[in-house]
C-alpha cells in the first residue's frame, strides 16, 4: 500500500505570511497527487488535482507543486479563513490513499 | 455545478447491516465513477470503495472487502453502499465523492456525509 506522509502536523502563520505544506509518498505517484482543504463540521473540498492544477474556484492563492515522492502546497497571503486541516492523496495505484493532514493555524 | 446527498447513516450494533444512499444531481451521473471515503471522528480520510459509471467495475479497501458492496442506479442518480458485518471500527462519518474516471482522478465533488456509528 501506497503510504502518503504529510509534515508538519500543525503549521502557526501569520496572516497574509506564506504556508508551505509537505507531501511524501513511499513510491513514485508520477503527478497523480490532490489536495483538499476541510474546515470543522465540513466535508473535504477539493483544492488542487494533478499536483497543481487549481480546481474551479480555488483562488490563486493556493498552488501545488512536485511529482515523483514529493509535493508541496503552498498559500500566499495567508488569510483567517484558510485555518483548516490540508490533506494530500495519491490517486496513481489502489488503494487510493491520504496522508494524515496538516492542521493550519492563523496566529 | 455537482451536488450530492448522502442518507441513511444511524446507529447500529456490531454484526448488524446498513444501506447508505447518494443521490447525485448536477452532472451527467452515468459518466462518472462514484466513491465512497469515511472518517473516523478525528482522524483522517479513508477511500472506502468506487464503482464505475457504468456500474461495471468496482473497487474496495481491504478493511470493508468482504463486508460492504457498492452499486449504483443510473436511471435514479444514486449510489449505494451496502454495509453488513459492522465493526465497531467502521464507526466514521461516510461521504461520496464524484470521480472523473474509475481508474484515474481526484474526489472532484463531495456530499456533506452521513455518520455512521456502530455501538453496542
Known amino acids: 500500500e501506497m503510504v502518503v506522509t504529510q509534515s508538519p502536523a500543525t503549521l502557526s502563520v501569520s496572516p497574509g505570511e506564506r504556508a508551505t505544506l509537505s507531501c511524501r509518498a513511499s513510491?513514485?505517484?508520477?503527478?497523480?497527487l490532490a489536495w483538499y482543504q476541510q474546515k470543522p463540521g465540513q466535508a473535504p473540498r477539493l483544492l488542487i488535482s494533478g499536483a497543481s492544477t487549481r480546481a474551479t474556484g480555488i483562488p490563486a492563492r493556493f498552488s501545488g507543486s512536485g511529482s515523483g515522492t514529493e509535493f508541496t502546497l503552498t498559500i500566499n497571503s495567508l488569510q483567517s479563513a484558510d485555518s483548516a486541516v490540508y490533506y494530500c492523496?495519491?490517486?496513481?495505484?489502489?488503494?487510493?490513499?491520504f496522508g494524515g493532514g496538516t492542521k493550519v493555524e492563523i496566529k | 455545478e455537482a451536488q450530492l446527498v448522502e442518507s441513511g447513516g444511524g446507529l447500529v450494533q456490531p454484526g448488524e447491516s446498513l444501506r447508505l444512499s447518494c443521490a447525485a444531481s448536477?452532472?451527467?451521473?452515468?459518466?462518472?465513477?462514484m466513491s465512497w471515503v469515511r472518517q473516523a471522528p478525528g482522524k483522517g480520510p479513508e477511500w472506502v470503495s468506487t464503482i464505475h459509471g457504468g456500474g461495471g467495475g468496482t473497487a474496495y479497501a481491504d478493511s470493508v472487502k468482504g463486508r460492504f458492496t457498492i452499486s449504483r442506479d443510473n436511471s435514479k442518480n444514486t449510489v449505494y453502499l451496502q454495509m453488513n458485518n459492522l465493526r465497531v471500527e467502521d464507526t466514521a462519518t461516510y461521504y461520496c465523492?464524484?470521480?472523473?474516471?474509475?481508474?484515474?482522478?481526484?474526489?472532484?465533488?463531495w456530499g456533506q456525509g452521513t455518520l455512521v456509528t456502530v455501538s453496542s
Open positions: 513510491l513514485s505517484v508520477s503527478t497523480n
Open positions: 448536477g452532472f451527467t451521473f452515468s459518466s462518472y465513477a
Open positions: 465523492a464524484q470521480r472523473s474516471t474509475f481508474s484515474g482522478g481526484s474526489f472532484d465533488y
Open positions: 492523496q495519491q490517486y496513481n495505484s489502489w488503494p487510493l490513499t
